[in-house]
């Protein structure tokens, strides 16, 4: 069995030996080498960025994290740059975990201590046992059954007889009836793409307890045909009452068939992929936890479009989308997400804050709030930026904060008055 590689964003792999590995440097086989470097021409083409060749034996990550798993074997696990410590591997996954499931609104069912052996898993694996523990628990509910119309030619009658193609038999066949019949099967849309990720499972885990429970699993949805047509089936997928106890396997469900979304890999090649950008996560996770923590009477958007830049000839140009706007009682508040580290210690006097990021909030406050208000710029809490910097006034109406995220605790620290959120880091700055 080929090793998990792990490493951490903007790691660097390289063929040569590597006396001790890091979670920053690490060796990979030349075959998954070089598949890596191929890939990273594809994404390059699509302007998207994966690996930097920096030289012939030398490849430096990009800011993704997940799992890769390339076709001679190798898996190469991708954790979020966000410890300093070198032992910050659990760390590091459990904040992953927690961030995707946070960030994709995936069910999560606990069943105890037995649950916590498969924490240190590698995300893959962790992804499958999560899928499997959810199956189980619908096949303990029950797999739900559809009538289905049968036409064939039978020596007995059953059902319906089809008097039209009855009449039409020749004469040396009208012992034979053609009859139509219903029968009760499991072959749904639904148990078909189960069916189907089952059997990816099966192929894929390298885990003991997770092979052993998929292959129990298996043989429980032998009647079962896998889905000939993913796309067309999930279309199907019926949200209807009776089929509320499969909401939970639905999107591990999803997340296994389609294995490298939302980032997909090209070619033939079809292993466990699950890449994630991480500055998408960081904004979806935090738009997910200000969301669970807004006021009943208040409003969080993502991504809002309806300001532009300027105007050229009647035509809007430049679209300005802030990450998120949080609408309160006539009140507008637009906010930021920038995954990267701050320092607030005094060192750098502009605390590792980009001018870029300050004109673009510039615009947003103009165009978004009229020039009159309160925009934030979130970062996650670090060691080196744990409290909120001191407000920046573009104008004397028009201020600015500084935020730190705490990924942990999932809230945000400090912030303007009268933001409505049930925060308790939020009460105590405001109070």
């Known amino acids: 069995m080929k090793p998990i590689v792990t490493v951490r964003e903007y790691a660097r792999l390289t063929t040569d030996n590597v006396a001790v590995p890091t ?11 070089d598949w890596l470097c191929r890939l990273s021409a594809f994404f390059s083409k699509a302007g998207a960025g994966l690996v930097q060749l920096e030289n012939r034996c030398l490849l430096k990550l990009d800011n993704y994290v997940g799992v890769l798993e390339t076709p001679c074997g190798t898996r190469l696990e991708i954790l979020p740059k966000h410890f300093e410590r070198e032992d910050c591997i659990k760390q590091s996954r459990a904040l992953l975990r927690r961030m995707i499931q946070a960030t994709l609104d995936l069910p999560t ?4 201590a037995a649950d916590l052996q498969s924490f240190d898993a590698p995300l893959s694996e962790w992804v499958m046992g999560r899928f499997l523990l959810a199956l189980d628990h619908l096949i303990n509910r029950g797999l739900r059954f559809d009538y289905q119309r049968v036409e064939e030619e039978q020596r007995f009658l059953r059902g319906q007889l089809d008097v039209v193609k009855q009449m039409r038999q020749p004469p040396g066949r009208q012992h034979h009836f053609q009859i139509r019949h219903d029968i009760y099967l499991p072959d749904r849309p639904e148990n078909r793409l189960i069916k189907f990720a089952l059997d990816q499972v099966c ?31 999930f279309k199907l997928w019926s949200n209807e009452r009776l089929m509320a106890h499969y ?3 639905k999107p591990w469900c999803e997340l296994i068939i389609n294995q490298q979304m939302p980032l997909a890999v090209a070619g033939d090649w079809h292993g466990m992929s699950l890449l994630f950008p991480m500055e998408k996560l ?9 969301n669970r923590d807004l006021l009943h009477d208040a409003r969080l958007l993502t991504q809002t479009r309806s300001e532009h830049l300027c105007k050229h000839r009647d035509e809007n140009f430049f679209q ?11 009140k507008i508040w637009v906010l930021d997400t920038k995954w990267k580290r701050l320092s607030s210690s005094g060192e750098d006097k502009n605390y590792g804050l980009k001018q870029s990021d300050f004109y673009q909030l510039f615009a947003y406050g103009h165009k978004y709030l009229a020039g009159d208000g309160e925009l934030v710029l979130i970062y996650p809490k670090q060691a080196t930026f744990d409290a909120p910097l001191q407000v920046f006034e573009f104008a004397p109406q028009l201020k600015l904060w500084v935020l730190p995220f705490d990924l942990e605790q999932g809230i945000l620290m400090g912030g303007p008055e009268g933001l409505p ?7 105590t700055a405001s109070g």
């Not at 979670?23 to 080498?33: E, H, P, T």
């Not at 300005?320 to 006539?330: A, E, V, W």
């Open 23 to 33: 979670l920053d440097l690490a060796q990979v086989s030349v075959s998954a080498f």
């Open 109 to 112: 069912r606990e069943v105890g």
């Open 203 to 233: 192929k894929t885990t390298k885990d003991a307890g997770n092979w052993r429970l998929a292959h129990e699993l298996r043989t429980v949805l032998l009647e079962v045909p896998t889905s000939r047509n993913v796309h067309q089936d």
């Open 247 to 249: 909401v939970p396997v």
């Open 282 to 290: 960081f904004e979806r996770y935090v738009a997910a936890s200000l």
């Open 320 to 330: 300005l989308r802030p990450d998120l706007m949080i609408h309160h009682q006539q």
């Open 421 to 427: 959120l049930q925060s308790k880091w939020l009460q």
